[in-house]
């Protein structure tokens, strides 16, 4: 997926009961993973996936890398570097 500039401004999720802002990563390409599906469901409610400002809605964060290191990613899980 690719995002384009805009005025709009997106809400996603909560802390302490405030809404939070949720930023487009304007000029980034991003990839999902598919975490729902027959035998993929990791976890007891997708409330979580929801894109709007409810108490169950995570947040999103987005985590920079390359083609090469996104299997290790996917088999590993993000692993903390040395610097």
């Known amino acids: 997926m690719t995002w384009e500039e805009t005025e709009d401004r997106f809400y996603r999720g909560q802390i302490?009961?405030?809404k939070q802002e949720y930023?487009?990563?304007v000029g980034y390409n991003g990839v999902?993973?598919?975490?729902?599906g027959e035998g993929l469901r990791c976890y007891p409610d997708d409330g979580w996936l929801n894109s709007d400002?409810?108490?169950k809605t995570w947040m999103v964060l987005f985590h920079k890398t390359t083609d090469s290191f996104a299997p290790m990613i996917l088999e590993n899980g993000f692993k903390q570097g040395e610097r």
Do not use: D, I, T
């Open 16 to 18: 302490n009961g405030e």
């Open 23 to 25: 930023f487009l990563p």
């Open 32 to 36: 999902g993973l598919k975490v729902l």
């Open 53 to 55: 400002e409810g108490e």
